[in-house]
């Protein structure tokens, strides 16, 4: 590693200062811009969050409990492990559609492996969370060296997978599982379930990737303009196929999750996950086209999505208007996103 | 020398004469801050008025305002005699003011004829009238002298012949005024020659036009009247043919200035790079030279004679069917950029936006993109870590602005020295600069070429490829001169006139073109090489 010495100095033309430099300005202004500079820092989304937090506060007593709050963060364990594989995948500029057949598929496989095939039940859980992978892998295969465009490639092993799922029992759940399983979704550690803790570290572990791991922040690169990331030497394909594989399986580790709470296997489980998945990683700021995004904003978009529900739950709002407010919240969020990305520009 | 009096042209109209389209005081500020001071410009009709300026002079302010595309904040414009406030491109249109822009604009799906006409295509019974705008639109192609059929999609066109349709689609609206924003940045040679005749004809037409470029001598080549901004001021109005070409540099830049290129300290007897029998299927074929180190190898010919082909597939961006190369005398096997970076290879690509850089993140992350593994310690990137090794380089290129904001929001020579920073973290054992100063001021210029040539003194060898002949003459040991995919022969910096150059670039390609067969073509490109070494 020679970083070029530095006293080989080139001649310059001349030292004159750089266009556009402006004069400083008054006090006044420096204020006001120096306001507007720190509020800008905020994240939309995160404001957001503390209107609608403050909101429910007053609306319903039930709220504002420390039961109902960690209760949030179990509801929306399983949505949050996949919405970081999500978000990876959309910082890259795809976009994963099969995380909710590759739920039921890898929680079916799971359980088939453990109570029709008879393997032991950790062999069958690992088992479980390979199949995962491997559809990810697939995707990522698709992708990579087939150029399929990701919709598509996603669409197809969506299909794929969510037949395979029905195709095992025929539809039917599995259930029995072993105490200690059902008891990671109904246990906790210092006040807090399992399944929060699990999902904490998760999006922890990930950010780290993303922050400090080149090969995390390549993903940004490739995201942001794929041939500028090749023609630096980054490995696109290689990434691409790593990071669909962690979706899948982060999809089979939520599958887990599900199966866990219900103490039992569906086929159809995960159904209506993947518009969640999608709406957290969009409320949080991340742009579909690629290449912006990140995790911190993503978990404040799963808050959202979990204190709304539980919120108009608890105001017994109808559960079929439900989704019509997550409509309205996700073009909000992103209306007013590009309007304070614009104003920095 | 210089005069200010913008009222005065050289075919001695008088001031009050009102023909025309007359700016008289423009001026526009973005937040407090002045771009365009009080600029006073009068183009009459048939005329050519060549603008200069430094990136960031105002030239484009200058153009938007005129075309309608910005409103200026003071001053007025008015066309023989008539108050004219274009709110926007169309108001410009209506009035007869036509923009072509630097960067075309093309739908590369619809056809030509529907990219000449688009946002006013004539409906017959509700649906598109394509035989009228076929050849309403090959009417204004011939005009341009352009053969492209007006039928085929735009997709698959080379960027001259974009040009062409460019050009006509503004002729289509039929302007008295044209302003043509640095036409030439993406033409080599004969293409901008071609441009040139098309002008000539317009001005014969009674059509004024406004040719802004950074090639000085193309401009004087083209324009009645030179007319330079700097800092968002008027400061120099002349005829063409009084002004020298050092005495523009000299306006532009506000300080003496010599524009001329130093010869090279000799390069090493090392061989740094050698490339043996080079080809690719239907692109260029039978590449063969070696670069020392120490040595600037300049790659000259016409767009499209296959230089970038040949220095992408050297970089490992491409993918070679035959052919050597070695770095350092070690036979290297390239197979993506990589595995090129990694044998020492470095390519500042020739398109800057789409190729090189990032825009949306910081220059400070594009530089060290290619490195993050080499700078990351226990596998972990910090940003301290990248801010000091972008702070080096910034140094070293006297890149001006900030490293910490996205790279898009810097000038065009900044980002130009972002993107050679990128590829000086580590330094190389090759360095490739494809267009290395396109769409860059002056100042920066120096810079650049002040750098390619420290540089090679350390030891680098450095390819430049440029279409730009004054550029890749003045600053090479030797040049090859390519033409339709061929290697023509390379030349010594004594022997490498620009007539010798031209006229090896322009050298015609075999009817039957050895790059269609690749197998035969190898025995058909020696022939060639024989009869012109005869």
Redesign the interface.
């Known amino acids: 590693m020679a970083i070029i010495d530095r006293n080989m100095t080139p001649p310059r033309p001349d030292s004159s200062p750089a266009h556009g430099e402006v004069a400083p300005t008054s006090a006044a202004s420096v204020n006001t811009s120096r306001f507007r500079r720190i509020m800008s820092q905020i994240p939309g989304p995160l404001i957001g969050l503390i209107v609608i937090f403050v909101a429910l506060s007053f609306l319903s007593p039930y709220f504002l409990t420390p039961r109902n709050l960690l209760n949030i963060l179990s509801q929306v364990s399983a949505v949050g492990v996949m919405s970081v594989g999500a978000l990876l995948i959309i910082l890259l500029g795809g976009i994963d559609l099969s995380v909710g057949s590759v739920l039921a598929l890898s929680s079916m496989s799971m359980a088939a492996m453990y109570k029709m095939a008879g393997w032991p039940f950790e062999v069958a859980l690992l088992a479980g969370l390979i199949v995962g992978a491997l559809v990810g892998l697939i995707n990522g295969i698709l992708t990579a060296y087939g150029k399929l465009q990701p919709f598509i490639a996603t669409l197809a092993t969506m299909s794929a997978a969510a037949g395979l799922a029905l195709f095992i029992t025929n539809g039917n759940p599995i259930t029995g599982f072993p105490d200690w399983f059902i008891a990671i979704t109904a246990t906790s550690i210092l006040g807090i379930p399992i399944e929060g803790v699990i999902l904490v570290a998760i999006f922890a572990i990930a950010a780290f990737w993303l922050k400090f791991r080149p090969s995390g922040r390549a993903l940004y690169a490739i995201g942001g303009n794929e041939e500028v990331a090749r023609l630096s030497g980054l490995p696109v394909r290689r990434a691409k196929i790593l990071v669909y594989t962690i979706a899948g399986l982060l999809a089979a580790v939520a599958g887990l999750l599900v199966t866990s709470r219900l103490d039992s296997a569906q086929p159809t489980a995960g159904a209506a996950d993947l518009l969640n998945v999608i709406a957290v990683v969009v409320i949080g700021g991340a742009s579909l086209s690629g290449g912006s995004g990140s995790l911190l904003g993503t978990f404040v978009g799963l808050l959202i999505i979990g204190v709304l529900n539980n919120g108009m739950s608890l105001l017994n709002v109808s559960a079929n208007l439900q989704p019509v407010v997550i409509g309205a919240v996700i073009a909000a969020a992103v209306l007013t996103d590009r309007k304070s990305s614009r104003r920095h520009t | 020398m210089v005069q200010t009096l913008a009222h005065t042209t050289h075919d001695g109209q008088a001031d009050g004469d009102s023909a025309g389209l007359i700016c008289t005081g423009l001026s526009k500020s973005y937040w ?2 002045p771009v365009l001071k009080d600029v006073d410009i009068t183009l009459r009709p048939g005329n050519v008025i060549g603008l200069i300026g430094e990136n ?1 002079a105002g030239k484009s302010t200058t153009s938007s305002i005129i075309a309608g595309i910005v409103e200026a904040n003071g001053g007025s414009m008015t066309i023989d005699g008539i108050p004219y406030e274009p709110a926007r491109p169309s108001d410009a249109l209506k009035n007869g003011v036509a923009l072509i822009h630097q960067e075309i604009r093309m739908v590369p799906e619809l056809s030509v004829a529907e990219n000449i006409f688009i946002g006013r295509l004539p409906r017959r019974r509700g649906v598109i009238d394509r035989n009228r705008i076929n050849d309403e639109a090959r009417e204004y192609l011939e005009l341009v002298g352009s053969q492209t059929d007006p039928r085929r999609p735009v997709a698959g066109l080379s960027i001259a012949a974009q040009q062409e349709i460019e050009i006509a689609r503004a002729l289509s609206r039929e302007p008295k005024y044209i302003i043509f924003d640095e036409p030439s940045a993406s033409l080599g040679q004969a293409e901008t020659q071609h441009v040139f005749a098309q002008i000539a004809a317009l001005r014969q037409r009674g059509v004024g036009i406004v040719y802004i470029s950074h090639r000085l001598e193309e401009i004087k080549e083209v324009a009645d009247t030179i007319v330079c901004l700097r ?1 968002g001021a008027l400061v120099g109005n002349w005829p063409a043919s009084e002004i020298t070409k050092d005495e523009m540099v000299k306006a532009m ?1 506000g ?1 003496d ?1 010599v524009f001329s290129h130093r010869a090279p300290k000799p390069a090493t007897s090392e061989v740094a790079l050698s490339v043996t029998g080079l080809s690719k299927a239907g692109v260029f074929a039978g590449i063969d030279f070696d670069v020392h180190r120490g040595e600037i190898f300049g790659f000259a010919g016409l767009v499209g004679a296959g230089r970038t082909e040949v220095v992408r597939t050297i ?1 490992g ?1 491409d993918q070679a069917d035959a052919g050597e190369i070695k770095v350092h005398g070690e036979v290297v096997q390239i197979r ?3 595995s ?3 044998a020492g290879i470095a ?1 500042v ?1 020739e398109d800057r936006k ?8 910081t220059g400070a ?1 594009n530089i060290t ?2 490195w ?5 310690s226990a ?4 940003k301290k870590k990248v801010t000091s ?1 972008a702070n ?1 380089l910034r ?2 290129l ?1 890149i ?2 900030r490293l910490d904001i ?1 790279v898009g ?1 810097l ?1 065009g020579g900044n980002q130009q020295k972002v993107l050679l920073a ?1 590829w ?4 190389p054992k090759i360095l490739i600069l494809d267009e290395p100063t396109r769409g860059v001021d002056v ?1 920066a210029k ?2 650049i070429y ?2 390619i ?2 540089l090679a003194e ?1 030891g680098v060898g450095v390819i430049v490829v440029s279409s730009e002949l004054e550029e890749v003459l003045g600053l090479s040991h030797r040049v090859l001169v390519m033409s339709g995919g061929l290697q023509r022969a390379i030349l010594d910096r004594a022997d490498a006139t620009p007539e010798a150059v031209m006229a090896l670039a322009l050298s015609n390609v075999p009817k039957e073109s050895p790059l269609e067969s690749p197998i035969d073509g190898e025995a058909e490109y020696q022939t060639t090489i024989r009869t012109q070494e005869n």
């Open positions: 407090g801050v960031g800092d830049v300080r200035f970089a961006a993506n950029p990589r090129g970076i990694d390519m690509p789409g190729q090189g850089l990032n825009l949306d993140r992350e993109l290619p993050e593994k080499e700078l990351s596998g972990i990137i910090t090794t080096k140094d070293f006297d001006r602005g996205p929001s000038s990128k000086l973290v580590n330094e100042g120096m810079t002040e750098t040539r420290a350390t």
